[in-house]
Every structure is written in structure tokens, then in C-alpha cells.
């Protein structure tokens, strides 16, 4: 497998459950963030094993705003919903806050599921 290369950037990239899977497997791992409310990120916690604990938060879009000064601008960041589009928006305040690095899954939880079932 080879490694995946991340980019800064100036917008919101997209990443593919494959791709993100690869990154973090790799020692530059990047923060995952799933903005999805709680139950649902428990529901889910199977799908999500793949990243460590260390670098997977849970951190609902409702309280998302209130957490962004707790976060680090410099580490590159992949946020994570049901579909997409929550989590796009979370990564557009990421940059709005000059985050560097900031990615959405494309797809979200459910191209994680349909990867899942392939």
C-alpha cells in the first residue's frame, strides 16, 4: 500500500474512506473528528476502529464552535458525519480559523459502510 501524501490547503479537501484509512495507519496520522452526536458515533464505533484512540474525538456539530480554540491548527484534521455535508461545514470553520489542513470524508459513515460491505 502505498502512503498517502497529504496537502495543506487554503479550502476543505475531500478524502475517500480508503484514503483515510491509509493515513491513518501511517506515523503522521491525522486527528479524526466525528461531529455526529454521541449515540450515533457509539452506534458506529465498529466502522471507526480503524483509527486509534488517540487520534479519533467525538465532538457533536452542536458544540462544535465552543471546541475549535481547544484544537490544534497546525495538525492536519479529517471530520467525519453521516453523509458529508455536517462535516464539511465543521471543517469550513476549521479554516475560517486558519487551520492548515483540514479534510472531509467524502461520503461520510455511509461510503464507510458500503465500503465495509464490499
Not at 480503524?50 to 491548527?73: C, M, R, W, Y
Request: aromatic residues 6%; glycine residues 6%.
Amino acid at each position: 500500500m502505498s502512503k498517502f501524501e497529504w496537502q495543506e490547503s487554503e479550502k476543505v479537501q475531500l478524502i475517500s474512506p480508503e484514503q483515510l484509512k491509509q493515513w491513518v495507519s501511517q506515523q503522521d496520522a491525522p486527528l479524526v473528528i466525528d461531529v455526529r452526536n454521541g449515540e450515533e458515533h457509539d452506534a458506529d464505533k465498529a466502522l471507526l476502529e480503524f483509527a486509534t484512540v488517540g487520534t479519533l474525538k467525538n465532538i457533536p456539530i452542536t458544540e462544535f464552535g465552543s471546541h475549535i480554540n481547544q484544537l490544534d491548527p497546525d495538525q492536519p484534521t479529517v471530520l467525519v458525519c453521516q453523509v458529508g455535508q455536517k462535516s464539511f461545514n465543521a471543517a469550513s470553520l476549521l479554516i475560517q480559523a486558519d487551520f492548515s489542513c483540514v479534510y472531509s470524508l467524502h461520503g461520510g459513515m455511509e461510503a464507510l459502510r458500503r465500503e465495509a460491505a464490499e
